[in-house]
């Protein structure tokens, strides 16, 4: 007669059985009781940049705190400095390619989808390559000391368009030569409050290329500070802001578009003591300079815009707007709260309550997605990051934005804590003012 009921599995098989259950519900049991590892931001994938084509008038405006230039400075570039003779030096660059255009080369062959490669050493030149060649790059935190002639040659260096054979096709079309570009510096130059580190701390750079430059009818930069190139050049107005001893402001006026760039790395709010540039008494913390700073940026702003000047602000801002910016937080610290409304007060609200009422380029094109500017070093990609570099434009500038990104990426940060960040401007659609020039 057949059996109906199901039978029992052998002793042996029933141990393992038995042991592998008791496993399960210790797991169980250990998962429940162990707390799960934070989450991670994770990046969300950079858009296509797409290349420049000369024939359409769009302006393309890059920003990046570099935390510190001196890691894109390649031996080469600097090495005509040493005690060596001119025609020894001339020799040896024949011999030997230098580091930046190796380091272009060898990137064309491992980054065929646009990505570059981890391995390879810092590069100016083949970020400003990978980038299409943007017309103007905000650099923030270059950390140059004051009169430091030797780092800033070298940064102008590391940005001149490649000579040497087989460099000078442009990504931009055959037969075109890559673009070089000038660049310009705002120091620090306050005795009291930015103190430390032999002078490197804080500092702007603005690069601007060439063909840009000479499209310009502007007028030779004469306000204090290091910049321009060595001799003078007819540069259309690069310079600083009075007020600024910090090295934290620079601006670039596009006189036929009636555009200005302002490029700026702005204060960081915190409960360290600001001091009275000229007396060095203390005269309040770095919070309080920061609403300061909000104040007269606002202002410079202010008059360009009244002017029919369309503005643009890129830069490290050291602002988190909303929850949106931040992972896995933005900070909430009533200093921090007043510093944010300060800011959203100075530069977002309407005009009919007090403000600018300028665009936050990203959002305005992007709505609430997440991507952050900010990532920290030494701990896990992602666990911790900020949308604090922001790039604002007019609220008349609307209509000719054409593209906003963050290039939040692991390999884009590169030596920084910061990636950079972009807009292109049609500026065709730009809604021109009727006044001259400032």
Not at 286 to 299: A, G, I
Not at 334 to 353: A, C, I, K, L, W
Request: aromatic share 6%.
């Amino acid at each position: 007669m057949p059996l109906t009921r199901s039978i029992s599995p052998p002793p042996l098989k029933r141990q393992h059985l038995s042991s592998s259950s008791s496993a399960i519900a210790k797991n169980t049991a250990i998962n429940a009781t162990t707390p799960r590892p934070p989450p991670l931001a994770l990046s969300l994938p950079s858009r296509p940049i797409t290349p420049l084509s000369p024939d359409q008038n769009h302006i393309r405006i890059f920003s990046w705190n570099v935390n510190g230039i001196q890691p894109f400075l390649q031996k080469s570039i600097t090495s005509y400095f040493a005690t060596n003779s001119a025609a020894n030096s001339k020799r040896q660059q024949q011999r030997t390619p230098s580091p930046d255009s190796q380091a272009i080369a060898k990137e064309e062959e491992v980054k065929a989808a646009g990505s570059p490669s981890p391995s390879l050493p810092p590069s100016l030149r083949a970020c400003l390559k990978r980038w299409k060649f943007p017309h103007i790059v905000c650099l923030q935190e270059v950390k140059i000391a004051p009169g430091d002639k030797r780092t800033m040659a070298g940064v102008r260096a590391a940005v001149r368009a490649p000579v040497a054979p087989g460099e000078h096709r442009g990504a931009e079309g055959e037969g075109q030569r890559e673009p070089g570009y000038a660049a310009f510096f705002e120091l620090p130059r306050d005795r009291f409050n930015a103190r430390g580190f032999g002078g490197k701390v804080y500092g702007v750079c603005m690069l601007v290329r060439e063909d840009l430059l000479e499209g310009q009818n502007g007028t030779q930069a004469t306000s204090p500070g290091e910049r321009g190139e060595e001799g003078g050049q007819d540069i259309g107005r690069v310079c600083g802001v009075e007020w600024d001893l910090e090295g934290r402001v620079q601006r670039l006026e596009l006189l036929e578009a009636m555009v200005v760039v302002f490029g700026v790395y702005a204060v960081n709010g915190t409960e360290n003591s600001y001091r009275d540039p000229k007396t060095g008494m203390v005269v309040g913390t770095r919070h309080d300079r920061k609403r300061v700073f909000h104040s007269k940026l606002r202002d410079e702003v202010l008059v360009y815009e009244k002017n029919g000047w369309s503005v643009v602000v890129a830069g490290d801002l050291n602002i988190a707007r909303s929850p949106l910016d931040g992972f896995p937080g933005i900070r909430l610290a009533p200093s921090h709260v007043v510093n944010r409304q300060d800011f959203d007060g100075n530069f977002m609200r309407m005009p009919e309550n007090g403000g600018l009422g300028m665009l936050d380029a990203f959002r305005q094109l992007n709505g609430d997605e997440r991507k952050y500017s900010y990532r920290s070093r030494g701990i896990p990609w992602g666990s911790s990051c900020d949308r604090v570099d922001l790039i604002l434009i007019s609220s008349k500038a609307q209509g000719a934005l054409m593209e906003a990104d963050i290039l939040d990426d692991e390999v884009e940060r590169g030596p920084s804590d910061h990636v950079p960040l972009y807009i292109t401007l049609n500026l065709e659609r730009l809604e021109l003012g009727t006044t001259s020039k400032i």
